[in-house]
């Protein structure tokens, strides 16, 4: 049993609007992200501070402290799962697939959580998998006011996953969608 925890309460503000409903080749950011999820997940939460995302059929969550960033969007999501294990997808990035979420997965061990990790200490922490246990270490950083997830990784049992090991890897994967120059790119890519 593995639940999905879709970020989409990020601010958005170099994109300008909800970035999750923006349409890549008519299809908004977020149904791209819940193909990748749902072949592998029993529950999908979407982890966002607006009611845009309530015409889906999944759980809306907002953050437990709005204003925090994405550990605590990860943090809401993850005290509202009903399972150990989860992927988190963030939802501006919307080439990820279920094969490369299922490629983390598998080789996340026994850790807490498992990240793509493209050089040494660069991290692609809103892609990967977190226990539910990681929750009690959370929430010491945020008594501590600290929300960085890199300094979250270094205090609990962290695997970083070489994507680049995997045969099917292709850094455009990883294409993430900031602004509307972003989308354009992706719209036009062959």
Same mark, same amino acid.
């Given at each position: ?40 997940? +029993? ?25 925090? @960033?994405?550990?605590? @969007? ?6 509202? +799962? ?14 990820? +697939?279920?094969?490369?979420? $299922?490629?983390? #997965? ?21 892609? @990967? ?6 929750? +009690?270490?959370?929430?010491? #950083? #945020?008594?501590? $006011? ?45």
């Amino acid at each position: 049993m593995i639940t999905g925890i879709i970020l989409a309460g990020g601010e958005s503000k170099r994109f300008g609007g909800e970035k999750g409903l923006a349409l890549l080749h008519g299809k908004p950011l977020i149904e791209w992200v819940i193909a990748a999820l749902r072949p592998l997940c +029993s529950d999908i939460l979407i982890s966002a501070n607006s009611a845009s995302y309530n015409a889906y059929p999944y759980r809306v969550i907002p953050d437990v402290s709005p204003g925090k @960033g994405p550990m605590m @969007g990860i943090y809401s999501g993850l005290a509202n +799962s009903g399972t150990m294990h989860n992927l988190v997808l963030s939802v501006d990035t919307p080439l990820v +697939s279920a094969a490369l979420l $299922h490629y983390i #997965f598998e080789n996340a061990g026994d850790t807490m959580i498992a990240v793509p990790q493209m050089a040494p200490q660069h991290f692609e922490p809103l892609i @990967g998998y977190y226990q539910r246990d990681a929750i +009690s270490s959370m929430e010491t #950083f #945020f008594a501590q $006011h600290n929300y960085k997830l890199p300094e979250l990784f270094r205090s609990l049992p962290f695997r970083g996953i070489d994507l680049q090991a995997w045969p099917l890897f292709q850094p455009i994967f990883l294409a993430n969608v900031n602004t509307r120059e972003d989308l354009d790119a992706l719209q036009n890519r062959e």
